[in-house]
């Protein structure tokens, strides 16, 4: 096993840091290129998009991996299945873009909606190839194919914000890597295609695909209620402005998660009963993910305005503050997010659906909270006592019920972490009230260099680094 998660860890961590590093960049280009008014129209879209992209996977994904029972052509009939769902929920999205224009009194919604239903067609039909290659092991495969789709997105996106197509750059940029991931599966999943709707195979992941899909509509809303809401109540201005200091507070969960999620799952599976395999190993993960985001949540909390400045320009300076409050809790939505994976390697998608459950009602409620008092830095702070709540609710589910142990294994793991975190926020502090550097770009570097020095000699002083080469 330890084989295996290594050499998928390393490939699957290719994949997703070369795709954010893309990401990144292209969404600084189009930072500077494109109004802040557009973004935020586009962040409304992509709120409904991504609620149509749960809806036509159904949960297959990770049912197909942690089904053992599946044989040849089942996974053809399911991919005839996903195809259908594709359609039909591709139309259903282009017409709700009417009411959507209506709703927020802008015609542009229409043709966004009806542009952004090829997404969700290719999206659909990418599952159960994807979900093949996650469960062969095929992390090579999987992230190379990742890497390919998301440059040759990157690379069309900004040729059309230098032609001018404005808004559509952002649709472009996302339809590209799906359309090319759809193609590149037909040529490299092995599937026995078939006209057959049998419902055998449907019936055999259904139980799990449904609360997986519960736990997928869930964590939407409690991802997505705060865009939802600033957009509605604030404008789309605060919207577009909110959205890039939340934008930027998720890279953590894409650098970590992005890479843990995708190998967990897969490997772990095969040792569904071995609950103390599963949570030594996950304890180890958990105690290594927090040595590093407590001090990364103080860093970003400390240079957030040379963040967001340098990456995006002076026009978002209004992200700012609301990307500090959020980057404090970075730490729990990074560890929080990594528990899904061991909901569903322990086959507890039903548990795994009820914290979602209570995680979105707690977003709607201290999202409406933030709203009520008028800006999207009083969101912010409420937001962030969600991510608070979240964790440790989340936790005690996990830990009680799927693990068998309690909520103090957790705490203990969390004990050095923190330590170096209230260090790490003592030592930049200090260290830029000392120097003073106009140069976003050069205060980025000579903090960036002080952490990683700082960092380095608390992960040596304290033993931590023995810790982390034996997980890995």
């Not at 005690?396 to 103090?408: D, E, R, T, Y």
């Amino acid at each position: 096993m330890k084989t295996i998660f290594r050499t998928g860890l390393i490939f699957t961590a290719m994949g997703q840091y070369s795709n954010t590093l893309i990401q990144l960049v292209i969404n600084m280009i189009l930072s500077r290129l494109i109004p802040v008014e557009d973004f935020g129209i586009i962040a409304t879209v992509q709120v409904f998009l991504v609620f149509f992209q749960n809806m036509v996977s159904a949960g297959m994904g990770p049912a197909i991996i942690q089904d053992k029972k599946l044989k040849g052509k089942d996974y053809g009939v399911l991919f005839n299945y996903t195809a259908v769902f594709a359609i039909a929920f591709a139309i259903l999205f282009g017409f709700l873009g009417g009411p959507i224009a209506h709703f927020y009194h802008n015609k542009i919604y229409t043709q966004l909606f009806w542009a952004m239903s090829i997404i969700i067609i290719a999206e659909g039909m990418n599952v159960v190839p994807t979900a093949l290659l996650n469960k062969e092991l095929r992390f090579k495969t999987l992230n190379t194919r990742l890497l390919i789709c998301n440059l040759a997105g990157a690379i069309v996106g900004v040729i059309a914000a230098f032609s001018g197509l404005g808004v559509y750059t952002l649709i472009i940029s996302t339809t590209v890597p799906a359309v090319g991931t759809l193609i590149i599966n037909f040529f490299i999943v092995k599937i026995e295609y078939t006209t057959s709707f049998a419902l055998a195979p449907l019936k055999e992941i259904a139980k799990f695909s449904i609360h997986q899909l519960g736990f997928n509509l869930t964590n939407y809303f409690s991802k997505n209620t705060d865009n939802l809401l600033v957009g509605k109540f604030l404008g789309e201005a605060p919207l577009a402005n909110y959205q890039k200091s939340y934008q930027l507070i998720t890279l953590p969960n894409i650098i970590f998660i992005g890479i843990l999620g995708p190998v967990l799952q897969p490997i772990l599976a095969k040792h569904e009963e071995d609950v103390a395999l599963i949570k030594t190993t996950f304890l180890k993960i958990v105690h290594v993910l927090a040595l590093v985001t407590f001090p990364l949540a103080a860093f970003m909390v400390i240079n957030a305005e040379s963040i967001i400045i340098f990456l995006f320009g002076k026009n978002w300076f209004s992200a700012v503050l609301p990307f500090a409050i959020l980057a404090s809790t970075t730490w729990a939505q990074t560890l929080t997010a990594a528990t899904a994976s061991i909901f569903m390697a322990r086959n507890q998608s039903k548990l795994l659906l009820i914290s979602g459950l209570i995680a979105t009602f707690n977003m709607v409620l201290f999202t409406s909270l933030g709203i009520f008092w008028g800006s999207t830095v009083t969101v912010a702070i409420f937001v962030a006592i969600f991510y608070l709540v979240n964790f440790i609710t989340t936790y005690w589910i996990l830990m009680k019920k799927v693990l068998n142990s309690n909520f103090m294994e957790i705490l203990k793991q969390l004990i050095k972490p923190f330590v170096f975190g209230v260090t790490m926020l003592a030592s930049l502090y200090v260290i830029n009230g000392i120097v003073s550097i106009g140069n976003n770009f050069l205060s980025l570097v000579v903090n960036g260099i002080c952490f990683l020095v700082l960092f380095s000699l608390l992960v040596i002083a304290t033993g931590e680094l023995k810790e982390i080469k034996e997980l890995f």
